[in-house]
């Protein structure tokens, strides 16, 4: 089965843009939020990613 990147719809906690990004990579998506709070509060770049990531990133399908 082909991975694909989406939003997720059950774990999400502003748009579903870390968890999706989890669950393509197959880890905790608390890692990510980490990951990505750190990009953001150090590179000041994570927040503009976030928000194309939310933008751009499809919503996973109905099961």
Do not use: H, N, Q
Request: net charge positive; charged share 25%.
């Amino acid at each position: 089965m082909e991975k694909k990147l989406y939003k997720s719809r059950t774990d999400k906690k502003l748009d579903g843009v870390c968890a999706g990004v989890a669950e393509y990579l197959d880890i905790d998506p608390t890692v990510i939020r980490l990951l990505w709070i750190l990009v953001t509060a150090f590179a000041g770049a994570g927040l503009l990613a976030y928000i194309i990531a939310a933008i751009v990133m499809p919503r996973k399908p109905e099961a």
